[in-house]
């Protein structure tokens, strides 16, 4: 939860590729479009989420701790999908699979 009138702050790593830019735009779209992206490079993320009260999202537990990233064969997009409760959409599970596909290297799935 954000406090009323603010917006949400998040961060990740530099050069975003197809999960960290999918990510954003599913959060603007659906959790708050005032939302906020921070890309920094990965030593500073845990750092800059701290100094900048923002979440990190897509990075390994060792750059900083997260529930928004890579569990198994589900990516970043999967869990903001499954923490925000937006499953159930036919088009947003089909757009996750393409994200899934396309980050995870298993162009099978799509």
Same mark, same amino acid.
């Given at each position: *939860?954000?406090? @009323?009138?603010?917006?949400? /702050?998040? !961060?990740? /790593?530099? %050069? ?5 830019? @999918? =990510? #954003?735009?599913?959060? /603007? %779209? +659906? ?5 906020? +992206?921070?890309?920094? #490079?990965? &030593?500073? !993320?845990?750092?800059?989420?701290? %100094? ?6 897509? !990075?390994? &537990? ?5 529930? +928004? ?5 589900? =990516?970043? +997009?999967? @869990? ?9 959409? *036919?088009?947003?599970?089909?757009? @996750? ?8 290297? %298993?162009?099978?799935?799509?």
């Amino acid at each position: *939860a954000k406090p @009323a009138g603010s917006h949400t /702050r998040w !961060v990740t /790593r530099a %050069r975003p590729r197809v999960d960290r830019i @999918a =990510c #954003p735009w599913l959060i /603007r %779209r +659906f959790v708050d479009a005032q939302a906020l +992206f921070l890309y920094v #490079p990965t &030593d500073q !993320v845990g750092i800059i989420a701290q %100094r900048e009260q923002a979440t990190a999202y897509d !990075v390994d &537990d060792h750059v900083a701790l997260t529930r +928004f990233t890579h569990v198994g064969e589900m =990516c970043s +997009f999967d @869990a903001f999908i499954q923490a925000y409760r937006l499953g159930g959409d *036919a088009a947003l599970e089909r757009l @996750a699979q393409i994200v899934r596909g396309a980050d995870t290297d %298993r162009l099978d799935l799509t």
